[in-house]
């Protein structure tokens, strides 16, 4: 491609240089002669059109048509892939589903571009119909009380009712004056590709904690588009070995973050508010932000993932009691009311989908897929 890039370019400067030269040889007669200005037009037009019908030149544009329908047709193709991917982590009813893929796999490998862009769209909108039934089908235990105040200690599943409808919360609570925050990950240096990952259940074991949620967002194995990161994460983190991940990147960084020391908790806004005090206990940057000072600070941010109904985890405060949980089947923004409904001041939402796992005494929600990260409840 570069090879006919090079000749294309060669050809159209020698026509500009051929121009050039013919114009400055006769540009007295083309100052009092139109007619010869328009016959050398159309012959520099004329050589022009002779240019583009050569091989060369339709053998690059053709090269580079093929290029991007192959870059959108993959990217298309591995987007409608992860959503398939996540809503195996909901339904075993997706052999339809799975077909489906196959045929734009087989259309896109005999170059049918236009049809393998309508097979995505197609796939997309019955994959987000499907997310949708199966919300709209979700049941909350019967035997599980109605109740919108946040346990004072250990574990509890409840129903929390508010004006945006009936929502299943499995939260557990400890006191900061007994209990050390901590975030421990599998590594203790900054990660680009390959990073080692854990169950929620071995970071507990290793480190003596007896609660304990999935962390940050990262890049999962299993995705096609993490192919070159697999498990790595970039936003802010202090592990229980005072060691801070990703530092050198989020030195501007704009993501939210809370950060633990002794019996309280600070949460702000942005990452770059924080500097690098290994004094502390924890340190954990995630996105975004839910409750603030009493005050819901996430309505929504037109992100498809966060508008979609699912398990979302997050982390909160009020005064020197913390919370871990997962709000069942509800958006970010959902999850938002529901924490400010439980009445807690400050919370962080977490890593959600295929990631979420809760932990206290055993699994209350996952185990999900193996984690670069975890925050963990620790006795003092």
Known sequence: MKKNLIVVSLIFLSAIGYASYYGYTTIKSLQSDKSSVQKQLTKVKADLNQIKSRDEYKINVDLQKQVKNVESGYSNAVKVYEKLHDLKNHSKNTQQFDEQFTDILTLLSKLNYSSAEAA??????????????????????????????????????QVVKNELGEFLVYIVAADLNSTRVIVDTASDEDCKNDCPVLSLGDYVSRSGAYAGINGSYFCPADYPSCSDKKNSY????????KK??????????MVPAVIFSGNSARFVGQSLEWGRDTGVDAVLAMQPLLVSGGNIVFTGDGEP??????????????????????????????????IHSLGIQNALNLDDGGSTALWSGGYKAGPGRNLPNALLFVGK
């Open 120 to 157: 995505i769209k197609a796939l997309d909108k019955d994959i987000a119909d499907e997310k949708a039934k199966i919300a709209a089908s979700f049941q909350i235990p019967v035997n599980v009380k109605e109740s919108n105040t946040p346990p004072g200690a250990g574990f509890a599943s």
């Open 234 to 241: 970039d936003t802010l983190a202090m592990n229980k070995n």
């Open 244 to 253: 801070y991940i990703n530092s050198d990147n989020n030195v501007y960084s």
């Open 305 to 338: 993932k966060r508008g979609s109904k699912g398990s979302r985890s997050f982390v909160g405060t009020s005064g020197s009691t913390v919370y871990i949980g997962v709000v069942f089947n509800a958006t970010v923004a959902e999850a938002a009311y529901v």
